[in-house]
Protein backbone atom coordinates (compact mmCIF):
# COMPACT_ATOMS: atom_id res chain seq x y z
CA UNK A 1 0.00 0.00 0.00
CA UNK A 2 1.49 3.47 -1.03
CA UNK A 3 -1.33 5.76 -1.57
CA UNK A 4 -1.45 8.84 0.70
CA UNK A 5 -3.85 7.20 3.26
CA UNK A 6 -1.49 4.82 4.33
CA UNK A 7 -1.20 4.85 8.09
CA UNK A 8 2.95 4.89 9.94
CA UNK A 9 3.84 2.08 11.49
CA UNK A 10 3.39 3.37 14.73
CA UNK A 11 0.28 4.59 14.24
CA UNK A 12 -0.62 1.36 13.42
CA UNK A 13 0.61 -0.52 16.48
CA UNK A 14 -0.67 2.07 18.89
CA UNK A 15 -3.84 0.97 17.61
CA UNK A 16 -3.42 -3.01 17.81
CA UNK A 17 -1.64 -2.34 21.37
CA UNK A 18 -4.91 -0.28 21.73
CA UNK A 19 -7.13 -2.92 20.66
CA UNK A 20 -5.40 -6.09 22.26
CA UNK A 21 -7.30 -7.95 25.41
CA UNK A 22 -5.68 -11.29 26.15
CA UNK A 23 -8.72 -12.42 27.25
CA UNK A 24 -10.93 -11.95 23.99
CA UNK A 25 -8.10 -12.46 21.15
CA UNK A 26 -4.19 -12.70 20.00
CA UNK A 27 -2.30 -9.38 19.21
CA UNK A 28 -1.03 -11.14 15.97
CA UNK A 29 -4.99 -11.43 14.66
CA UNK A 30 -5.22 -7.47 15.61
CA UNK A 31 -2.12 -6.72 13.67
CA UNK A 32 -2.81 -9.01 10.69
CA UNK A 33 -6.37 -7.11 10.42
CA UNK A 34 -4.78 -3.40 10.63
CA UNK A 35 -2.00 -4.50 8.41
CA UNK A 36 -2.85 -3.53 5.05
CA UNK A 37 -3.22 0.34 6.26
CA UNK A 38 0.45 0.75 6.23
CA UNK A 39 3.12 0.25 4.04
CA UNK A 40 5.55 0.06 6.72
CA UNK A 41 4.40 -3.77 7.57
CA UNK A 42 7.70 -5.37 8.88
CA UNK A 43 8.63 -2.35 10.90
CA UNK A 44 4.90 -2.48 12.64
CA UNK A 45 5.28 -5.85 13.11
CA UNK A 46 8.52 -5.09 15.71
CA UNK A 47 7.00 -2.43 17.17
CA UNK A 48 3.90 -4.32 18.53
CA UNK A 49 5.81 -7.21 19.40
CA UNK A 50 8.61 -5.66 20.40
CA UNK A 51 6.42 -3.43 22.61
CA UNK A 52 4.62 -6.56 24.04
CA UNK A 53 7.56 -8.56 24.69
CA UNK A 54 9.95 -5.81 27.00
CA UNK A 55 6.43 -4.41 28.92
CA UNK A 56 7.83 -4.95 31.98
CA UNK A 57 10.99 -3.09 31.29
CA UNK A 58 9.37 -0.36 29.33
CA UNK A 59 6.99 0.10 32.08
CA UNK A 60 9.43 0.29 34.85
CA UNK A 61 11.30 3.17 32.80
CA UNK A 62 8.21 4.87 32.00
CA UNK A 63 7.43 4.77 35.87
CA UNK A 64 10.37 6.09 37.22
CA UNK A 65 10.82 9.11 34.72
CA UNK A 66 6.93 9.82 33.95
CA UNK A 67 6.57 11.94 37.44
CA UNK A 68 3.05 9.97 38.21
CA UNK A 69 1.79 6.49 38.41
CA UNK A 70 1.20 4.14 35.75
CA UNK A 71 -1.70 3.44 36.40
CA UNK A 72 -3.18 6.97 36.12
CA UNK A 73 -2.29 7.30 32.53
CA UNK A 74 -4.74 7.04 29.99
CA UNK A 75 -4.49 3.91 28.33
CA UNK A 76 -4.26 5.26 24.59
CA UNK A 77 -1.58 7.87 25.87
CA UNK A 78 0.20 4.87 27.72
CA UNK A 79 0.66 2.73 24.84
CA UNK A 80 1.90 5.83 22.65
CA UNK A 81 4.63 6.02 25.46
CA UNK A 82 5.55 2.37 25.86
CA UNK A 83 6.43 2.07 21.79
CA UNK A 84 8.59 5.30 21.69
CA UNK A 85 10.10 3.96 25.22
CA UNK A 86 10.55 0.83 23.75
CA UNK A 87 12.09 2.58 20.45
CA UNK A 88 14.24 5.24 22.33
CA UNK A 89 15.81 1.87 24.07
CA UNK A 90 15.98 -0.76 21.84
CA UNK A 91 16.37 0.30 18.63
CA UNK A 92 19.00 2.53 18.87
CA UNK A 93 19.82 3.84 15.39
CA UNK A 94 16.14 5.44 15.18
CA UNK A 95 16.69 9.15 15.81
CA UNK A 96 15.37 10.85 18.85
CA UNK A 97 13.35 13.84 17.17
CA UNK A 98 11.32 11.01 15.12
CA UNK A 99 10.53 8.69 18.10
CA UNK A 100 9.25 11.69 19.91
CA UNK A 101 7.90 13.94 17.15
CA UNK A 102 5.35 10.85 15.79
CA UNK A 103 4.19 9.89 19.68
CA UNK A 104 2.83 13.85 19.90
CA UNK A 105 1.38 13.61 16.32
CA UNK A 106 0.02 10.21 17.28
CA UNK A 107 -1.52 11.34 20.68
CA UNK A 108 -3.23 14.21 19.01
CA UNK A 109 -4.98 11.46 16.89
CA UNK A 110 -5.56 9.26 18.93
CA UNK A 111 -6.22 11.41 22.30
CA UNK A 112 -6.62 14.82 20.99
CA UNK A 113 -4.71 17.85 21.26
CA UNK A 114 -4.55 18.56 24.90
CA UNK A 115 -2.56 15.16 25.56
CA UNK A 116 0.48 15.86 23.42
CA UNK A 117 2.09 18.09 26.23
CA UNK A 118 2.12 14.63 28.50
CA UNK A 119 3.73 12.69 25.96
CA UNK A 120 6.03 15.11 24.90
CA UNK A 121 7.35 15.49 28.16
CA UNK A 122 7.76 11.88 29.43
CA UNK A 123 9.64 10.50 26.18
CA UNK A 124 11.88 13.48 26.42
CA UNK A 125 12.40 13.13 30.31
CA UNK A 126 13.22 9.39 29.15
CA UNK A 127 15.58 10.44 26.35
CA UNK A 128 17.31 13.22 28.44
CA UNK A 129 18.38 10.33 31.37
CA UNK A 130 19.65 8.14 28.56
CA UNK A 131 23.43 8.03 28.71
CA UNK A 132 24.11 5.91 26.17
CA UNK A 133 21.81 4.10 23.97
CA UNK A 134 24.25 1.47 23.16
CA UNK A 135 26.90 0.48 25.34
CA UNK A 136 28.73 -3.05 25.41
CA UNK A 137 27.33 -4.48 28.77
CA UNK A 138 30.86 -4.74 29.27
CA UNK A 139 31.34 -1.25 30.29
CA UNK A 140 27.98 -0.99 31.82
CA UNK A 141 26.69 -0.27 35.38
CA UNK A 142 23.88 -3.14 35.42
CA UNK A 143 21.50 -1.12 37.84
CA UNK A 144 21.12 1.33 35.17
CA UNK A 145 21.17 -0.60 32.16
CA UNK A 146 18.41 -2.63 29.61
CA UNK A 147 20.08 -5.58 28.18
CA UNK A 148 19.17 -5.54 24.08
CA UNK A 149 21.35 -8.17 23.22
CA UNK A 150 23.90 -10.37 24.34
CA UNK A 151 26.95 -7.96 24.15
CA UNK A 152 24.70 -4.52 24.40
CA UNK A 153 22.61 -2.66 26.08
CA UNK A 154 20.32 1.12 27.09
CA UNK A 155 22.39 2.84 29.78
CA UNK A 156 20.63 5.52 31.60
CA UNK A 157 22.25 7.79 34.25
CA UNK A 158 20.27 6.99 37.28
CA UNK A 159 20.03 3.44 39.30
CA UNK A 160 16.59 1.88 38.76
CA UNK A 161 16.99 -1.55 38.71
CA UNK A 162 17.53 -4.30 41.90
CA UNK A 163 20.82 -5.50 42.11
CA UNK A 164 21.72 -8.51 40.33
CA UNK A 165 23.43 -10.08 42.46
CA UNK A 166 21.50 -9.51 45.76
CA UNK A 167 17.77 -9.21 43.76
CA UNK A 168 18.80 -11.83 41.15
CA UNK A 169 15.05 -12.73 40.78
CA UNK A 170 13.92 -9.16 40.74
CA UNK A 171 15.91 -8.14 38.38
CA UNK A 172 16.53 -10.65 35.85
CA UNK A 173 12.28 -10.58 35.74
CA UNK A 174 12.54 -6.70 35.82
CA UNK A 175 15.58 -6.58 32.67
CA UNK A 176 13.76 -9.49 30.64
CA UNK A 177 10.23 -8.86 31.78
CA UNK A 178 9.56 -12.17 32.59
CA UNK A 179 7.88 -13.64 35.17
CA UNK A 180 9.11 -13.58 38.98
CA UNK A 181 8.08 -17.56 39.26
CA UNK A 182 9.11 -18.59 36.42
CA UNK A 183 13.35 -16.67 36.70
CA UNK A 184 12.85 -17.86 40.25
CA UNK A 185 12.66 -22.23 38.81
CA UNK A 186 15.70 -21.25 36.28
CA UNK A 187 17.55 -19.31 39.17
CA UNK A 188 17.40 -22.62 41.53
CA UNK A 189 17.62 -25.02 38.70
CA UNK A 190 20.13 -23.77 37.07
CA UNK A 191 22.38 -20.62 39.03
CA UNK A 192 22.41 -17.38 37.74
CA UNK A 193 24.60 -17.18 34.78
CA UNK A 194 22.60 -19.97 32.98
CA UNK A 195 19.26 -18.18 34.09
CA UNK A 196 20.28 -14.82 33.18
CA UNK A 197 21.19 -16.67 29.23
CA UNK A 198 17.75 -18.45 29.74
CA UNK A 199 16.37 -15.28 30.12
CA UNK A 200 18.01 -13.35 27.14
CA UNK A 201 17.28 -16.10 24.54
CA UNK A 202 13.74 -15.98 26.05
CA UNK A 203 12.69 -12.30 25.31
CA UNK A 204 15.32 -12.01 22.18
CA UNK A 205 13.28 -11.19 18.99
CA UNK A 206 12.21 -14.49 17.78
CA UNK A 207 13.00 -15.58 14.33
CA UNK A 208 10.04 -16.76 12.33
CA UNK A 209 9.68 -20.09 10.67
CA UNK A 210 7.43 -21.15 7.80
CA UNK A 211 6.46 -24.60 7.27
CA UNK A 212 6.09 -25.71 3.32
CA UNK A 213 2.65 -27.16 2.30
CA UNK A 214 4.05 -30.03 0.86
CA UNK A 215 0.75 -30.71 -0.66
CA UNK A 216 1.24 -28.11 -2.87
CA UNK A 217 5.15 -27.60 -3.36
CA UNK A 218 8.80 -28.34 -1.80
CA UNK A 219 11.03 -26.09 0.36
CA UNK A 220 13.32 -25.70 -1.83
CA UNK A 221 10.66 -24.35 -4.70
CA UNK A 222 8.73 -22.17 -1.47
CA UNK A 223 12.33 -20.45 -0.98
CA UNK A 224 13.08 -19.99 -4.63
CA UNK A 225 9.57 -18.17 -4.84
CA UNK A 226 10.31 -16.14 -1.49
CA UNK A 227 13.58 -15.29 -3.09
CA UNK A 228 12.32 -13.79 -6.49
CA UNK A 229 10.26 -10.95 -3.97
CA UNK A 230 13.78 -10.47 -2.43
CA UNK A 231 12.52 -12.03 0.96
CA UNK A 232 15.91 -13.01 2.97
CA UNK A 233 15.34 -16.83 3.85
CA UNK A 234 17.32 -19.51 4.67
CA UNK A 235 16.33 -23.55 4.59
CA UNK A 236 16.48 -25.07 7.60
CA UNK A 237 16.84 -29.22 7.93
CA UNK A 238 15.64 -29.51 3.98
CA UNK A 239 12.05 -29.17 5.24
CA UNK A 240 11.19 -25.93 7.00
CA UNK A 241 12.36 -21.95 5.94
CA UNK A 242 13.76 -19.11 8.71
CA UNK A 243 12.68 -15.93 7.32
CA UNK A 244 15.22 -12.88 8.24
CA UNK A 245 13.70 -10.28 10.86
CA UNK A 246 10.48 -9.74 11.78
CA UNK A 247 7.70 -9.78 9.07
CA UNK A 248 4.20 -9.54 8.06
CA UNK A 249 4.08 -13.01 6.45
CA UNK A 250 0.31 -12.08 4.90
CA UNK A 251 2.58 -10.00 2.33
CA UNK A 252 4.59 -13.06 1.57
CA UNK A 253 4.70 -14.75 -2.20
CA UNK A 254 2.63 -17.70 -1.33
CA UNK A 255 0.39 -16.74 1.73
CA UNK A 256 -2.77 -16.35 -0.69
CA UNK A 257 -2.06 -20.14 -2.25
CA UNK A 258 -1.78 -21.90 1.01
CA UNK A 259 1.69 -22.81 0.30
CA UNK A 260 3.10 -22.51 3.39
CA UNK A 261 2.05 -22.65 7.22
CA UNK A 262 3.90 -20.21 10.46
CA UNK A 263 5.57 -23.14 12.53
CA UNK A 264 7.89 -23.02 15.33
CA UNK A 265 10.80 -25.38 15.01
CA UNK A 266 10.01 -26.85 18.05
CA UNK A 267 6.39 -27.24 17.40
CA UNK A 268 7.26 -28.85 14.38
CA UNK A 269 9.24 -31.84 16.12
CA UNK A 270 6.21 -33.86 17.27
CA UNK A 271 4.77 -34.86 14.18
CA UNK A 272 7.82 -35.63 12.91
CA UNK A 273 9.49 -38.11 15.81
CA UNK A 274 5.89 -39.66 15.01
CA UNK A 275 6.09 -40.29 11.35
CA UNK A 276 2.60 -40.73 10.42
CA UNK A 277 1.58 -43.53 7.66
CA UNK A 278 -1.32 -42.85 5.22
CA UNK A 279 -3.44 -45.71 6.45
CA UNK A 280 -3.30 -44.51 9.96
CA UNK A 281 -6.27 -42.94 12.26
CA UNK A 282 -4.70 -40.57 14.25
CA UNK A 283 -6.87 -38.27 17.58
CA UNK A 284 -5.17 -34.61 17.97
CA UNK A 285 -5.94 -33.18 21.12
CA UNK A 286 -5.59 -29.87 21.87
CA UNK A 287 -5.29 -29.10 18.04
CA UNK A 288 -6.18 -25.36 18.12
CA UNK A 289 -5.44 -23.64 15.72
CA UNK A 290 -4.85 -26.32 13.97
CA UNK A 291 -0.92 -25.87 13.15
CA UNK A 292 0.28 -29.57 13.49
CA UNK A 293 -3.38 -30.93 12.38
CA UNK A 294 -2.29 -29.70 8.94
CA UNK A 295 1.21 -30.69 9.31
CA UNK A 296 -0.79 -34.42 9.69
CA UNK A 297 -2.28 -34.37 6.79
CA UNK A 298 1.02 -33.38 5.06
CA UNK A 299 2.80 -35.71 6.29
CA UNK A 300 0.55 -38.30 4.98
CA UNK A 301 -0.28 -37.20 1.65
CA UNK A 302 -3.84 -36.22 3.38
CA UNK A 303 -4.38 -39.84 3.38
CA UNK A 304 -4.81 -40.12 7.00
CA UNK A 305 -7.86 -40.28 9.32
CA UNK A 306 -7.45 -37.38 11.46
CA UNK A 307 -9.79 -36.48 14.30
CA UNK A 308 -8.95 -33.03 15.41
CA UNK A 309 -10.53 -31.61 18.98
CA UNK A 310 -9.68 -28.47 21.36
CA UNK A 311 -11.11 -27.27 24.42
CA UNK A 312 -11.38 -23.73 23.52
CA UNK A 313 -13.69 -23.00 20.59
CA UNK A 314 -11.48 -20.17 19.08
Avoid at 92 to 114: C, D, F, M, Q
Avoid at 211 to 236: F, M, S, Y
Avoid at 257 to 270: H, I, N, R
Wanted: glycine share 6%; hydrophobic share 40%.
Amino acid sequence: MTDQKSKSARLIAAEVLNQFDPKRHYAGSILNRLLHQTSERQRATDLVFGTMRNRRAIDTVIAVFCGRPIERIQQKLLNIIRIGTYELVYSPVTEVYSIVNEAVENAKTLAGRKQIGFVNAVLRQIAKHIANRQIRLSQADAKCTLVQTPATGCEFDTSFLPDHKTHATDYLSTVFSLPEWLVADWLGQFGAESARQICLASSRRPSIYIRPNTLKTTAHALAEKLGKQDIDCELVEGTMIKLGGPRAVAGLAGFDEGLFTVQDMAASQPVRLLAPQPDWTILDLCAAPGVKTTQLAEATDDSAKIIATDIDGR
